[in-house]
């Protein structure tokens, strides 16, 4: 068993920022500080809002600054990154004022988007000279640095989604390179090498048992600069300021002094003195039975750590790993591809990207738009008493809830997708819901899934005992950095079993440095030598077929592998933290209204249940709508509000096309709706609204038919089923036989709304509006195209796709 040693600095530090929409530039982030620090760079890796531009702080002392940042929207920054943004922009800001910093950036991007985006502030020349908007947030991010005189130490890297690698096709030879470089730049010390891959690096967060008097004053060990006051950044996953400073509770330190006691509980004759050697061996996998914990001190978090699992090593029993692949296209969209191919000589085998789908969207997302505030649903609701079930609550009680009111099947009983509308009951602070905005529900990991990886670690006997999460102390220079926990709900302190069931992602498929992770936890040579090969990018089919292909999870995977002994110290740091899954809000217009209760609005999702079968036989479901299928009406549900288009469409004067398929009616549904409510002056201003629909069959999945028949007055609609009819027919046909209206309607001005699957009807509906603008506006295919560009810059063309 290697023995854990802490990153010494060396006086380097590495910053890593990150701006992460649905977690894929959080995971580039976190390794590239594997990265760093595999090289003696102390690292810190948080979001880039929360910090701040002022010239003492931690931008201008690190070393070098890593910025990762996705795009989103048609040429968006992520949310999480604009705070940080706006701040880049001020004008007042002085042209030299980031002379000091060096750094890179790496985008994450689709080069899909090159079709339609137009970013306002580009003229057309330009565009087509910079495709559109792909990686569109790192180019304007990595420019604006470099006028601020900012030092580029390394090239920026882009990531495309689209390479048959996915972001392991950039990510890989882009980091091996830049570690090189970093070398070269900041050679290390005579003697000194950088930390090979076999040693496990120290956590990130390590979880501590407390008693309750530990945590009556942890508020007095905030850290200043992840206090945010800006209501619209929300750093926060589905937080306000007031959870916010719940979450800075949740990680501040229980006690300044690092004395920590035990649960008296645990406290075993064979607990090891606290004045014990500090570099004690992490996890003695061989030794039997009993735990025993020394509690980190705050002077050296890590190095204390020494827990003697009782674990007898299991023998060699792996299932045997047969290549796999997906027998169903059902499976939570798969939005990063990954691959390796470069494996450098000082680069670590796990540092390599893996999937991150775990944080994806579900249908019905809706990730666009310029307002994006978390809001606080009701600090009302925080109160009630939730009803009594089965379900485990979030800890403290404290997440966001609100209450289910009505949940319907919309598909046909015999059809083969489960597709629910939900009605939720939100707090009228929250704002009135309008279209585009976005209902981010937050799962639960089941009580049965809970149990079982508690017992497969052999965590038993401290699961119910309280625990409070604690960053690891860093050497990092600017010690005010402390990063927030994205998607962690504020709790102050709670049980490992709580923590698993609201916050760890344990059925999340495992990336390749979770498996370089739990390799240190196991003395069984084999499964150490298997669990190294899924984490070698040089070996990435093996890691596709094993864990992507069969969507394994994290719990099977550790089922596989009975003989790694996480220690549960480390769990916060093992396992990815939960993050809530956006679904776009379907109501609008007159539904929104609570009749009995002004207090209140009601706000509807369309949901797709996820469930599909993979070679392995074994039916796997999504881990938000198995939690969203278990809610009952009256329950109150983890789910927080956020802001999305700002209603981009409702004006019902304004022509609208809107084309969507399956549940991509979702935010359609409630544009019809908010349009046709509003009450117009002249009635004669109210302008066409137009829906392609594409669905399988009228009978099964023809979503809402009957509103539309009830709004015949307000609304055409064009439905194309696939399946209905020998030949196949879909939107981009609809929209075809309709060219001529479809023109007339773009030459009115029309908006025009694409919303559904990111997979081939984006770019087919795009190719039959290009020929629709072509054949009945006459236009050469670059004017064509030049006008779609134009209606994307103005606005006036909206595609939510996922
Ligand atoms: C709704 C949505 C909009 C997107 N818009 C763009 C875009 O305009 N340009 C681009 O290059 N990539 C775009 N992408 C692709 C993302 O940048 C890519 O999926 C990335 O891996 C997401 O990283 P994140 O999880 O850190 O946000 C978009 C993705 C989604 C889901």
Known sequence: MAKVVPGQPYDRSALILFGSETGNSEEVAQCLGDVVERLRFASKVCEMDAVELQPQNALHKATVIIFVISTTGLGDIPRNARKFWRNLLRKRLPPNCLSRVSFTTFGLGDSSYVQYAYPPSLSAACFAKQCGAFNWAARKLHKRLEQLAAKEIYPRGEADEQHHEGIDGTYLSWSADFGKRLLSLYPLPDGVEPIPPHVLLPPKYILQLVEEENLKDSSEYLEPEIKDSDPESGSLLGTDAAEGAAIQKTIALASASGKTTLSKSLQSPTTPPRSQPQSSVLATMTSPVSI?????????????????????????????????????SLAEPLRTGLKESVASVWSNPVAGLSTSTPALHQPSTIVKGKITNSVNLDANLLDRDPPVNQKVQLPGAQGPRVELLHTERMTADNHWQDVRQLTFRLPANAGRPMPGDILRVHPNNTPDAVAELIC??????????KTVFKAAGSSFPDNMLLSPIRGLHPVNQTTLRELLTHNLDITAIPTRRFFGKISEWTNDPLHKTRLLDFANPARTEEYLDYAVRSRRSILEVLGD?????????????????MQGRQYSICSGGDLTNDTQDPGFYHVQILVAIV?????????????????????????????????????????????????????????????ILERAC????????????????????????????EEWKANRALLTVFPAFSRDQREKYYVQDALRAEGKLVWEMVEGGASVWLCGSSGGMPRRVRAALLGILGFHGRMSREEAEKLLAEMVKNRLFTQETW
């Open 292 to 328: 025993s914990i020394s509690v980190p001190t705050l002077d050296h978090p890590l190095s204390s750590i020494s827990t003697t699992l009782n674990s007898t090593p299991a023998s060699s029993n792996l299932t045997p790993i047969s290549p796999t692949s997906l027998q169903s």
């Open 561 to 577: 592998f009975p003989s790694v002994k996480i220690p549960w110290t480390y769990a916060a740091d093992a396992f990815p933290f």
């Open 678 to 705: 509003t009450r117009l002056e002249n009635e004669a201003d109210r302008a066409k609204t137009v829906l392609f629909f594409g669905g399988r069959n009228q009978g099964a999945d023809y979503f809402y038919q």
């Open 611 to 671: 469930k599909y079968q993979t070679v392995l036989q074994k039916i796997r479901r999504g881990l938000c709508t198995q939690y969203i299928e278990s809610l009952e009406v009256g329950e109150l549900a983890g789910v927080s509000f956020e802001r999305g288009t700002a209603g981009i469409g409702s004006d019902p004067r304004r022509p609208a096309i809107l084309i969507g398929a399956g549940t991509g009616i979702a935010p359609l549904r409630s544009l």
């Open 456 to 465: 497969l670690n052999d965590w038993e006997a401290m699961a119910e005992t």
